[in-house]
T-cell receptor, first 111, second 116 residues
């Protein structure tokens, strides 16, 4: 079993829909990251969370440390949101800054 | 633009060859991380350097090696290349990365390696 699991693996939505991507992890962490990877391949960091909730524009990320679960929400989705969304964690202990990744969620938003 | 640069963007080479991938971190960042993204394995951590010293090692093959130079740029050397080494190789940098706290990482555009 992977240390970081995402669901769903694929997600198709119509423009304007509210989207939720889930991430569960099995290790102790110091932080959780949500990353976005566009078809061109580049990776952009969206959020880094260690507790609570963060919001940036139409994106909201939440984390529940006790349940080892995080969600990424996209409100009023748009075709430009189509990308792969990747959950990653900084594991606790002496892991320094390295990231352990989920398998990614492929999001397609249709106009 | 993350401020992290990687060269080359694309590399096509034959099995058995050796290649060097280069990464320049954001100005002021002391940590450099190398990640491999393949279709079957997804994104995997390879190795981290902090201010010239190796800090953490992941699933890096013995055929692969890396170093970080005094100007903080880093190189990833891949030798005796096999077909299975074909992947996207990302470099990322962060300001810290040697403590227990999470650190935000800034990713380069990646180098796409194709081994034929």
């Amino acid at each position: 079993k992977n240390e970081v699991e995402q669901s769903p693996q694929n997600l198709t939505a119509q423009e304007g829909e509210f989207i939720t991507i889930n991430c569960s992890y099995s290790v102790g962490i110091s932080a959780l990251h949500w990353l976005q990877q566009h078809p061109g391949g580049g990776i952009v960091s969206l959020f880094m969370l260690s507790s609570g909730k963060k919001k940036h524009g139409r994106l909201i990320a939440t984390i529940n440390i006790q349940e080892k679960h995080s969600s990424l929400h996209i409100t009023a989705s748009h075709p430009r949101d189509s990308a792969v969304y990747i959950c990653a964690v900084n594991a606790g202990g002496t892991s320094y800054g390295k990231l352990t990744f989920g398998q990614g969620t492929i999001l397609t938003v249709h106009p | 633009d993350s401020g992290v640069t990687q060269t080359p963007k694309h590399l096509i080479t034959a099995t058995g060859q050796r290649v060097t991938l280069r990464c320049s971190p954001r100005s002021g960042d002391l940590s450099v991380y190398w990640y491999q993204q393949s279709l079957d394995q997804g994104l995997q951590f390879l190795i981290q350097y902090y201010n010239g010293e190796e800090r953490a090692k992941g699933n890096i093959l013995e055929r692969f090696s890396a170093q970080q130079f005094p100007d903080l740029h880093s190189e990833l050397n891949l030798s005796s290349l096999e077909l299975g080494d074909s992947a996207l190789y990302f470099c990322a940098s962060s300001e810290g990365g040697v403590g227990l706290a999470g650190v935000e990482q800034y990713f380069g555009p990646g180098t796409r390696l194709t081994v034929t």
